[in-house]
Every structure is written in structure tokens, then in C-alpha cells.
């Protein structure tokens, strides 16, 4: 059985730094992308930030303030700094197979881990 576990998460004020860490148990085949995606209040998961195929995406709100990392076990680091308020939010790992053919996604879900930014 797959697991993905993340850690990391707490409580930070605005400007301070946070890192997450995502751990991958067991065997996951044929894997071309890594993630992290977020969930705040009221608000739909959103994408944060991705390794597909070598190439590194971010949303817009957080480039330059976020970087991606990943190791040859599909275990993944979130280094996120200037934080702000509206970075607050669960935030999930994901090691998935983008099939290529139609951008379907078979994707891995941690837990999710709570990050908390007050003002």
C-alpha cells in the first residue's frame, strides 16, 4: 500500500518561512509528477506547485516565494518563505501518472498538513 506522508506544517507569522516535507512509503510505479497542492477556507484545491517531466511550475502567487525540490524516491520538500495570510491553507503532496494523451491524472494524496500564518 502507498503512503504519502507530509510534515512540516504549524504556526508562522507573516514574513517567516515554513518548510514542508513529503515522505513516499511503499512502491509507486510509473510516476511522472510531483506536487503540492493547497486547500484554504471556503476556497477549491488549488495547485501550488509541480516537477512534470523535469519541468517546474508554480502558481503566480507564490514565485518567488516558493521552491520545489524532489529525490530519486519521489519524496518531496516545500521551502515557502514571505509568507502571508492568504497563504494559510491544508496543503497536500501528490506523486501522480499524468497520462499524456489526455492530461488524466492517477495521483497519490497525502493527509494533508495544516500551515497557519497570523498577521
Known amino acids: 500500500q502507498v503512503q504519502l506522508i507530509e510534515s512540516g506544517g504549524g504556526l508562522v507569522q507573516a514574513g517567516g518561512s515554513l518548510t514542508l516535507s513529503c515522505a513516499a512509503h511503499g512502491t509507486i510505479w510509473q510516476i511522472n509528477a510531483v506536487g503540492w497542492y493547497r486547500q484554504g477556507p471556503g476556497k477549491e484545491r488549488e495547485l501550488v506547485a509541480r516537477?512534470?517531466?523535469?519541468?517546474f511550475e508554480y502558481a503566480e502567487s507564490v514565485k518567488g516565494r516558493f521552491t520545489i525540490s524532489r529525490d530519486n524516491s519521489s519524496n518531496t520538500e516545500l521551502q515557502m518563505s514571505n509568507l502571508e495570510p492568504e497563504d494559510g491553507a491544508v496543503y497536500y503532496c501528490y506523486a501522480a501518472l499524468i497520462r499524456r494523451s489526455d492530461r488524466r491524472e492517477y495521483a497519490y494524496w497525502g493527509q494533508g498538513t495544516q500551515v497557519i500564518v497570523s498577521s
Open positions: 516537477i512534470y517531466e523535469g519541468d
